[in-house]
Structure formats: C-alpha cells, structure tokens
C-alpha cells in the first residue's frame, strides 16, 4: 500500500490544522493507523493511533487535549486534526499502517510510512 500525506503547512500558534493521509488500497482498512513526526535534529515520535474500526484512539502525552486523529474507511483516509498547535509541534508528519489491527506507538510495529508532511508553527 502507498500512503499519501498532506495539508501541511505554515500554521500560527492558536491556528487549527488537518492533516491528511490518503491509502493506494483497501487493505488499510484492516490495520491500524497512526501518525508520528520527525522534528529537525530528533528522532522519529509517536503521535497518535487508531485501531480499524476507528475506535481507541491513543496519543502521545505531548498532544493529547490538542490533536484529534481519526479515519474514514469508505475513503481509505486518516486525518490528524491539530487545534491550538505549538512551535514544538514543528516537524514533519508521517502516517503509518500497523502491521495489527490495532494502533502502534511502535516503529517496528509499522509495516508502511508515507511520505510525510512538513508542519511548521510559528508566528
């Protein structure tokens, strides 16, 4: 499967954004899905996860009250809604197919990453 992230971009600090990911396929409506980021100089970071059914959404302690993840399967799309971002939340966003069912906060339990989108918040 190939994942197709998008709707980066240059956000003020307070400013909502979305992100989306678009799936090649139908398979991913098997797996869980996820986001991470990679800021300059750091490793790559779990974000947020969501099982198959778009059910028990986890995220990291960083974004969670402030990041929304969810899924569409009829269009083989997860999106990551972003409200009241932060400078350090500048990085760029992957999504990510679990190789279960379920989310993975994980990098080894990711079987496909996209291509990732560059977020940066700043005023």
């Known amino acids: 499967v190939q994942l197709q992230a998008s709707g980066g971009g240059l956000v003020q600090p307070g400013e909502s954004l979305r992100l989306s990911c678009a799936a090649s396929?139908?398979?991913?409506?098997?797996?869980?899905m996820g986001w991470f980021r990679q800021a300059p100089g750091k490793d790559r970071e779990w974000v947020a996860a969501?099982?198959?059914?778009?059910?028990?959404?986890q995220y990291a302690d960083s974004v969670k009250g402030r990041f929304t993840i969810s899924r569409d399967n009829a269009k083989n799309a997860v999106y990551l809604q972003m409200s009241s971002p932060k400078a350090e939340d500048t990085a760029i966003y992957y999504c990510?197919?679990?190789?279960?069912?379920?989310?993975?906060?994980?990098?080894?339990?990711?079987?496909?990453w996209g291509q990732g989108t560059l977020v940066t918040v700043s005023s």
């Open positions: 990510a197919q679990s190789r279960s069912s379920y989310g993975s906060a994980s990098l080894s339990g990711i079987s496909s």
């Open positions: 396929d139908r398979t991913v409506s098997n797996n869980g």
């Open positions: 969501i099982d198959w059914k778009g059910g028990r959404p």
